[in-house]
Every structure is written in structure tokens, then in C-alpha cells.
């Protein structure tokens, strides 16, 4: 059997060692060991599960040393040996073996083997005749040692076969990747033609941005794009995968982020069970005409008295929805609600908000914070808070009062023919004065040198509303509203007033809460969020909570607990509160709330800039005025767009420039441009540079699909 089996007499081609003769064996001495050892020169050998040939240039008990046909001399334990030989030359051997392996027929070999170890050499003798050669020999070997889900390897040589249910398992997942296989190559041929298969089709956004690399699909994609030398994206999109470049970033932003889908579980408004007093306020709103979830209201008593009292009203689901209810639960998973241009995402069902917004012509729960000032210096003599009904005499909208609620008209300069004139003057009044004390704390005064900008889709049937998701093919009305106007500043002033307010009574009465504070002003600065009071740089104050948007911010509902909880226990809040300082949870509503935060706010970015460059689109613009930034960065002066324009790389930066369009990507959301001309040699005022930092990006999209692997390893590649 070779140097490692039983039978008869050896071929005088390959020897055995002395103490190993077949059993049985009547051959003569034959000659002397020395003599042996010079006619057997080659042997074959295990390396790290690869078989090598060569001569044998010398060897000791152990080991031997063994040259290989390229000439290079390995060490080989002689434990790895498994067969020598004097005939044929190595290559050759190796050559011939690989061949007759080919040809074993493995059901055959496994129905015909010992069911106890066996050496290949036996094997060959079973398999072949009881005369097997060297090379027959040689190719037993190899086909057992390729053919793990037949028999097991047991041993340097030896072999076991496997279980009948063992074989016909590995049998079945054998079939099963070559029909894998051939599906993958039937993928790749139609993508390679311009057809999108079904299967791709429904995966589209899990292989691009969330890929099981290990999945048909994604390789069929990757396969693909290598044979055609281009973009995944590219491939995708001209097979017919991608159909609307809206669609593709709405759906993609579902997957990402929504994968279970935006619908709400059947719930239940629950009521709320405290006798409230009603607030003897007249209180109004002041929202966009399509905002749906109205949380806050301002009221002003006691004009012309001396002492003024200025209200602001928070509606209060905090009084009804309680930690680890079933609607906090859903709020919990939201954490905001999603903003884009015609559609939004609310955090809580659309039942529950209109239970607890702050609806004209309804007596609503309200966490009231009232300020009383001096109605000729505005300072301010005490703050209460208030749980209570408050009447909302009127929703003020912006988009119909901005142009008749002016600074003349504030300021008496004009005549006020709007609602609320007089409450309003105060409030603006007071908005002036409060910001002015900011920017004292600040070091310096709040600029506001670009506009927001409100996006309006218009369907074909020319509806404007948000009442269903847009398509992508409607036409966009972008308006601008300039930063700063007189109604923004009025709610701005009081919000800031009522955040920065309760932040510092909840760190009063030891209550904890979530924070929101900015070291300083300078570069690179960020916002964090914590649960213990620190100084806002940014806002000029000492402390600032999110507790004015209960029912579109998570957090907000979290401060209004610990709020609520304040307003009835006083002193001995901090045992009544739902979360108690260095509470765990949280810690995990703040990490939580980050995350989604920045993703929902990314989105609006992104759908904001594809609607401003359908806008483009949509007007025939060729050419766009705009201002350098840096690094070939330029901001469009009229339309909230950022963008890479060539030829602006030098430029000094807030240099007016006019850049020509010569391309637009919708699924990119890229916007290609080039220098036209400059439109001045003077810079402009120079905006802040925190302002600059916090530019919207120059494209939206990257993909999690690597051609540079074959779906084993996980890495990041821009479109």
C-alpha cells in the first residue's frame, strides 16, 4: 500500500520502510538499506493542505529536506511525507494525479469504502487493483482530500467516510450554489442588457445602502457593474431600477429609517383627568397655515396698566400621555416629527395631536409660564408656571400676515389693521428687548444674512396642501422669508424666553432635565446635549431646554414631565419627577434623539436641495448668481443651494460671482457649474463663519456597494 498501506509486494518503483513490508509479502531481502534509499529520490508532501513533489536531497529521523522543481529546498517533517517514489519526475507524478482525481467517481468510491479509517494507498488498491501505481496512488489521495463531504479527513493519510444523511446534506448545498450561481450569472446577464430582474428590483435599497454581501442579488449587482465597467448607480438606473429620482430618495429614506413603515398602531387619546382652572387670557397662535400640531401661544394682559403679563402657553400632553405608555411608546420610537417640503412624518398620530394642539375657539390644557414685567422698562418681576385651560382666540398664520405685520405697523409708524395689534406691538416690543439682552451675553449681535425659504409643491390639479405624498413631478414655488422678520422674532424671543426660563427653575428644584448648551462662540463649537444646566454661547443664555414643541419633539415631552411634576410638587419635585438625576434612561432618550435628529434633519437637506434643483429645472435657468465660500464652494444668492463651481478655486472669499449650469443630477443632487463671470471686485459683508460651517452639503448620496471585493468585505464608496 505504499509507505502507508498493506498488501502485496511493492513496485520496485516506490519502497517502504524495512519495518512496514506488505503482510503476506515473499519478496527477498533485496539489497542493502543504502541502496534503497538511493533508488527512492522523490517523495510527496503535505504543505499547509496544498501537495508538493521533489527529490529528496538528504533526510534525518524527523525531517528531510526536499527540492522542489523551481529549485527552491524546503524542510519537511517526515510526518507530512505520505508517499516516495523513484519514478515518474515529480511535475509529472503531480500532473497525472490531478487527472486520474478527476476521474474517481465519488458516489462509487463512497459506497465501496471500509467504514473504518483507511489510507488513501488502500484506497487506490480497492478502487483501482490490487497493482495500483504511484500516480493512481497519488490521485486517491487528492480526490479524498477534495472531497471533505464524502470523507472525512482522520489523519496525515487516512480518511473516514461520512454519514449517508452528512453527504446527501453537503450534496444538497452543493446543488444549491450552482444553482445560486447560475441565477447570479443570469442577474448579471440582464443588467449587463439594460434589464432590471424583479429580485433586484425589490432589494434595490438594502444593496445599495444596507447590502448582505453574501446575498444573490448584491452579487449579481457587483458582477454586473464590473463586466460593464460602470457606476452601480448608472447600471441600476438605466436597467429600469430606478424610475424617479424622488421616489428613489423618499423610499430610500424610508428603509433607512422607517423600516417598518410611517403608520401608527390603533391608539387612543387618553384624556386628561386634572380639574384645571381656566386662565382668564385671551391667547393666540402664531404657526405657518400648514402646521397641523400647534404647541405653543402667547397672551398679553394688563396693556397700559404699568405691569404687563405675558403669557406663553404649551400645550400639554404631558398632562394625559405618561412614561411607558402606549403613546409614549410611539413618541419614543419617533423622537421628532420629519419635515419636508409637502409632506411630513409626525411624531404622534394625527388623533392624538388634535386632542391636545392648541386649536382658536377651544379651551385647551396648557403648561403656562407667565412673565410679569414693567411695562416701561421690561424688566421682569416674577415668573410663574401654571397648569391650566387656556382659550385660544385666534391661529395666527404667517404666510397671510407677514406682509401687513411690519416693523412700521409694530412700531406705530403704520397703521395696524391686523388681530391682536396692540398684544402684538408689546411682543415685539419685548422680542427687540429680550434679543438685545442676548446679544450682550453673547459678545456680539446675532446676524442674520440669509433667508429661509418656504417650499410650495403645486399638483396638477393645483393644490398646494400636504394632505398626501408627493409624487416628485409637481411644480415646486420656492418664497423667501426673510431671517428675523418681526412675527419670527416675536415667537423666537418667547420661546428662548420660556426654555431658558424653565431650565433654570428644574436645576433650582433639583430636577433633572434635557439640556442644550454651547461652550463658546468660537470655530467648531457644537451644540451638545445633556442632562445637567450649562451656558447656550450661542443663544446667549444660561441654560436652555427644549420643552416648547411637546408634540413634535420627544424631548420636549420629556421636559414637560419634569415641568409638570415642578408645578404640582414645588420643592418636592425632585421625589415626583418620572426621571431622578443621573438616570439612565435618560441618557439613552438623549443618544437616541441625536441619532434620529441628525438623520430626519439630513433628509430635509437633502429633499430640500432636490426640490430646489427641480426648481432650476422647472424655470430654464442656465445661470446663477451666487458668492465664494472657499474651495471652489459657492452659495446661490437667491435660493438655499451650496454648490462646487470650477474656475471659483481662487477667488477671494464672499467674491459675487455669476456661474453657468451645466449639468444636473437629481439622483446625485448634484448641481454642475463653472464660472461665468465675476460680478464685482468687491466682497460683500461678510456673514459669520459659524454660518458658513453649517452650509447644507454639495450632494446627497452615498452608497454601501464595493466593486472591489466579491461581497465578502464591508466598505464605503461615493456614487
Known sequence: MGSLGQGACPDPAFSLSPTRRPHGAACSPGPARS????????????????????????????????????????????????????KPQPAELLAAAQAGAAEIDLDLAWEFAPEGEFAFADFARDYFDASASVEQQAAALLRLYEAPHYFRRAGKGLFKKQPEDVVKAALAGIERKKQQAAQIEAWTAELVA???PDAVRSQLYKILFKPDKNASEYKAVVEAAKRSQRAPLDLLKDAGAITSPYQFHWRRFLFETFPKGTG???????????????????????????????DDALSVTGLGSG???????????????????????????????VYMPGWKITMLPDEVVQRYTLDEGRDCPAVSLYVTLDEATLAVQKTETRLERVPIAANLRHDQLD??????????????????????????????????????????????????YNFRLQRADGSTGNDREPEGGETVIITERRRGAPLDLIVSEAMILANSTWGGWLAELGVPGIYRSQASLAPGVKVRMG?????????????????????????????QWQIIAC???????????????????????????????????????????????????????????????????????????????LGCEALDRHTRVRVRITGIDLLTLELHA???????????????????????????????????DGGDNAAVAPA
Open 194 to 196: 439594460g434589464q432590471c
Open 674 to 708: 463653472s464660472l461665468a463671470t465675476r460680478l464685482d471686485d468687491t466682497p460683500p459683508a461678510a456673514g459669520t463663519e459659524e454660518e458658513d460651517e453649517d452650509s447644507p452639503p454639495t450632494s446627497g448620496l452615498t452608497l454601501a456597494i464595493d466593486l472591489n
Open 264 to 294: 401608527f398602531p390603533a391608539l387612543a387619546a387618553p384624556d386628561i383627568t386634572d380639574e384645571l382652572p381656566l386662565a382668564p387670557v385671551q391667547a393666540f397662535s402664531i404657526d405657518d397655515s400648514l402646521t397641523t400640531e400647534i
Open 531 to 559: 442632562t445637567k444646566p450649562a451656558p447656550h454661547a450661542g443663544m446667549g443664555v444660561a441654560q436652555y431646554t427644549w420643552a416648547t414643541s411637546p408634540l413634535r419633539r420627544y424631548t420636549d415631552l420629556v421636559n
Open 307 to 337: 405691569q404687563i403679563v405675558f403669557g406663553i402657553h404649551i400645550a400639554a400632553p404631558g398632562l394625559a400621555v405618561t412614561p411607558d405608555s402606549p403613546v409614549d411608546k410611539v413618541a419614543r420610537e419617533r423622537l421628532s416629527t
Open 567 to 645: 408645578a404640582r410638587n414645588g420643592r418636592m419635585a425632585a421625589l415626583a419627577a418620572p426621571f431622578k438625576p443621573k438616570d439612565a434612561t435618560l441618557f439613552s432618550i438623549i443618544s437616541s434623539f441625536d441619532g434620529a435628529y441628525s438623520a430626519y434633519n439630513g433628509f430635509q437637506s437633502a429633499v430640500e436641495r432636490y426640490w430646489t434643483l427641480r426648481w432650476i429645472e422647472q424655470q430654464g435657468l442656465t445661470e446663477l448668481d451666487a458668492a465664494v465660500m472657499k474651495e471652489g464652494l459657492v452659495r446661490a444668492e437667491t435660493l438655499p443651494l451650496v454648490f462646487r463651481a
Open 35 to 86: 541502496e534503497t534509499i538511493r533508488r527512492v529520490n522523490y517523495a510527496l508532501f503535505d504543505e499547509a493542505g496544498k501537495f508538493l513533489a521533489g527529490r529528496v536531497m538528504s533526510e534525518a529521523d524527523s525531517s528531510m529536506q526536499i527540492e522542489l522543481e523551481s529549485g527552491k529546498r524546503v524542510k519537511v517533517k517526515a510526518a507530512n511525507v505520505l508517499l516516495r517514489f523513484a
Open 403 to 452: 406682509a401687513d405685520v411690519t416693523e412700521a405697523s409694530l412700531t406705530g409708524e403704520a397703521v395696524a389693521g391686523y388681530p391682536f395689534a396692540a398684544e402684538l406691538a408689546f411682543c415685539f416690543r419685548l422680542a427687540r428687548h429680550l434679543k438685545a439682552a442676548r446679544e450682550v451675553v453673547r459678545g456680539k449681535p446675532e446676524t442674520f444674512n440669509r433667508p429661509d
